[in-house]
C-alpha cells in the first residue's frame, strides 16, 4: 500500500522564512458544533483561533434536521438509549463510552437552553420525537426540521461573547505540521494572505465528515474528508473507515439538490413505497421504518433494483396535513419549489452517503495518538456509533467530545510549566522541496473528482462486492500515482488530493472487513463474523492494516 499512492507527508512546500507567522495557544479547525463548543471550554486565560473553510454557517451541523437524543423523559432511561445506541452499532461500540456519553446528554441539552436554544414545546415542555432505532421518544428538536440551523445560531451567539477568540473565515487548512514532539500547529491559506504557519500549542481538529466523496450525498460541499487526509499524513491512527452511513430518505428530483428528509417524517408516521405505491418496510423488518438507517437503505435498494425504479417513494397522505406541515416546515417548503406538497404528494427519496462513522482514533476526552492533537465530531473513531450510528447521536457526540476535548487541551496547557520554547519555531522534519514545473501536464481536476464521486457510488455504496472493491481499488491508487505528487496552488487540487487519500482508504478497508457488519454490507459475504468483531485500523507508511479485535472476538 506505500508503493506511490500514499503520496508526499505535506502537500506542499513551504519555508518557515518565507511564510507568515501566527501563535495561538488552542487551534481549532472546524467551525461547526464539535469545534465550537470546544472553543466554549477553554479556560479564558488562553487564546483561541479557530479556522474554518467556509464561514461558522456553512458546517454539516448546520444542515441537522432530525435533532439531538437525550433522555429527558421520566419515563425513558439511560439504560434504554444505551441498549438502543448498543444494538444499532452491531457489536462495535465501546460500551463505556456508550454509556458516559448518554448520561452527559441531558446536561448538554440543557446547556444550550440556558444558551438561547429554541426547541420545540408542547403542553409546556420539550417535545420529544422518535426515529429508528430509538425504543422511545427522546429526540429534541428545534423549528421543526431545522435543529442544527437553531443550535448553531445560539453556539456561534455565545462565541462572540468570548474574547479570548479569533476566527478565520474562508481558510483552508493544507497540512497539520508535527516534529519530533508532536503537532505544532497548521499551515492554511487563504486568498487574502497565501499560506501561513499557525503555531498552536494545542491544536484540535472537528472538520467534521467525507460525504462529498460519493456522488448521492446529503452533506455540504466542504465534508470531502479533508481532516481525515490531514490527521492521517500527520502519522495519526484512523480506523473504521469502511463504515459510512448512507441516509435512507433523500429527496431524488433531477436538478434539484440532494436534501436529506429527516428520519423524523418516519417516526411521525410516513411510510415508504415503491412506485405501484406498495408499503415494502414490514417485509424487511419487524420495525418496518423504524428500523435502523443501515436495515432501511438496503431494503430501498432490493426495492429500487426488483421494480427496476431510480427511487422509492415517501407517503404521508395518511397523516394529518396540517400537522405535517406544521413538524416539517424546511421540508414542505423544498418539496414546494418542485410542485410537490409534502403532506398529500408522494415524494421521490433513495439513500445517500450521510455520515462518516470511521475516523481519527480518540480516547474519552478527544486524544489522538499525537501528542499535542485532538480531535472531536464526525472526524473521530470514538467507539460511540460502532458499525451504524443511530440517529441523533451524533449532535450529541459533537457537543460532548467538542467540550471534553476543549477542556483536557486546556488542562493540559495550564498545567505545563513554563517552557520559552513553546512558540520558537522548530524544524521541519522533511519538508517538501518546492518543485519547479510541478504541474506538468494540466489536469482537469473537476473530471477527476466526479469520476471518484461516481466511481465511490457505483462499488462501494450501499451494497458492496469483493471483487468490484478491488477493482475500485486498483482504479483510485492509479489515480493518487499521478495526483499526488503535484504540488497544486489552491484548495480545489489540494481538496481533491485529500478525497483520493481518503476514498482509498475506505476502499481498503471495505475490501479488508469480509462480512456485512451494520452500514457495512458485502452482498458476497452477507453474515456476520465474531472473526471480525474488530476495529480495520490504519497509519501512514504501515504496508497494511492493522486489526484490532475486541473483547469477545472470535
Not at 478525497?499 to 458476497?524: C, K, N, P, Y
Amino acid at each position: 500500500m506505500t508503493d506511490g499512492v500514499e503520496g508526499p507527508r505535506y502537500l506542499v512546500a513551504f519555508g518557515p522564512k518565507r511564510v507568515p507567522h501566527c501563535f495561538t495557544d488552542v487551534l481549532i479547525l472546524g467551525g461547526g458544533l464539535a469545534g465550537l463548543r470546544a472553543a466554549l471550554a477553554i479556560d479564558p486565560r488562553l487564546s483561541v483561533t479557530v479556522i474554518t473553510k467556509d464561514d461558522l454557517r456553512g458546517s454539516s451541523s448546520q444542515w441537522a434536521q432530525g435533532g439531538i437524543a437525550g433522555v429527558v423523559d421520566p419515563e425513558d432511561r439511560f439504560d434504554n438509549h444505551v441498549a438502543d445506541t448498543l444494538v444499532a452499532g452491531a457489536g462495535l461500540c465501546h460500551e463505556a463510552v456508550v454509556d458516559s456519553v448518554v448520561r452527559e446528554a441531558p446536561a448538554r441539552i440543557g446547556e444550550l437552553i440556558a444558551w438561547g436554544t429554541r426547541f420545540d414545546e408542547r403542553d409546556g415542555g420539550l417535545e420529544l420525537g422518535r426515529e429508528g432505532g430509538h425504543s422511545h421518544h427522546r429526540i429534541v428538536h428545534a423549528l421543526g426540521d431545522a435543529t442544527g440551523r437553531e443550535v448553531m445560531r445560539a453556539v456561534i451567539e455565545r462565541t462572540r461573547g468570548l474574547e479570548n477568540l479569533e476566527v478565520w473565515p474562508d481558510t483552508f487548512t493544507i497540512d497539520l505540521v508535527t516534529d519530533a514532539r508532536g503537532c505544532r500547529g497548521a499551515l492554511v491559506w487563504n486568498p487574502a494572505h497565501g499560506k501561513t504557519l499557525v503555531w498552536a500549542r494545542r491544536t484540535i481538529l472537528a472538520t467534521g465528515g467525507a460525504g462529498q466523496l460519493y456522488r448521492e450525498s446529503t452533506n455540504p460541499p466542504g465534508a470531502s474528508g479533508d481532516g481525515l487526509a490531514l490527521a492521517w499524513r500527520a502519522g495519526a491512527e484512523v480506523r473504521d473507515m469502511e463504515f459510512m452511513q448512507f441516509h435512507p430518505t433523500v429527496l431524488y428530483i433531477a436538478g434539484g439538490a440532494r436534501s436529506l428528509i429527516t428520519e423524523a417524517v418516519r417516526g411521525a408516521g410516513a411510510r415508504l413505497v415503491d412506485r405501484e405505491g406498495r408499503r415494502f418496510m414490514p417485509e424487511f423488518d419487524e420495525r418496518a421504518e423504524l428500523a435502523p438507517r443501515d436495515v432501511v437503505s438496503r431494503a430501498i435498494t432490493v426495492v429500487m433494483r426488483r421494480t427496476h425504479h431510480a427511487n422509492v417513494y415517501l407517503d404521508l397522505s395518511h397523516l394529518d396535513a396540517d400537522d405535517v406541515r406544521r413538524k416539517f416546515p424546511g421540508m414542505a417548503e423544498t418539496c414546494r419549489k418542485f410542485g410537490l406538497d409534502l403532506a398529500r404528494d408522494r415524494i421521490p427519496v433513495r439513500p445517500g452517503a450521510h455520515y462518516m462513522i470511521g475516523g481519527v482514533t480518540v480516547d474519552a476526552e478527544g486524544r489522538t495518538d499525537v501528542p499535542g492533537l485532538f480531535a472531536a465530531g464526525e472526524v473521530t473513531s470514538s467507539g460511540l456509533h460502532g458499525a451504524n450510528r443511530l440517529a441523533s447521536n451524533s449532535l450529541l457526540e459533537g457537543l460532548v467530545y467538542g467540550a471534553r476535548a476543549g477542556a483536557a487541551a486546556a488542562a493540559e496547557l495550564l498545567a505545563e510549566e513554563p517552557d520559552g520554547d513553546a512558540f520558537r519555531v522548530p524544524p521541519i522534519a522533511n519538508p517538501r522541496v518546492e518543485e519547479n514545473g510541478s504541474e506538468g501536464t494540466a489536469l482537469d481536476l473537476a473530471d477527476i473528482r466526479n469520476s471518484l464521486q461516481s466511481l465511490m457510488w457505483r462499488q462501494v455504496g450501499v451494497e458492496r462486492r469483493g471483487a468490484e472493491l478491488a477493482e475500485a481499488l486498483e482504479t483510485v491508487e492509479g489515480w493518487c500515482r499521478y495526483v499526488l505528487p503535484r504540488q497544486f496552488a489552491d484548495p480545489q487540487g489540494w481538496q481533491l488530493q485529500n478525497m483520493l487519500q481518503v476514498a482509498r482508504l475506505m476502499i481498503a478497508s471495505a475490501l479488508a472487513r469480509e462480512e456485512t457488519r451494520g452500514v457495512h454490507f458485502r452482498a458476497d459475504c452477507p453474515e456476520p463474523s465474531a472473526a471480525w468483531l474488530a476495529h480495520v485500523a490504519w497509519r501512514r507508511g504501515e504496508p497494511g492494516p492493522r486489526v484490532e479485535r475486541l473483547a469477545g472476538a472470535g
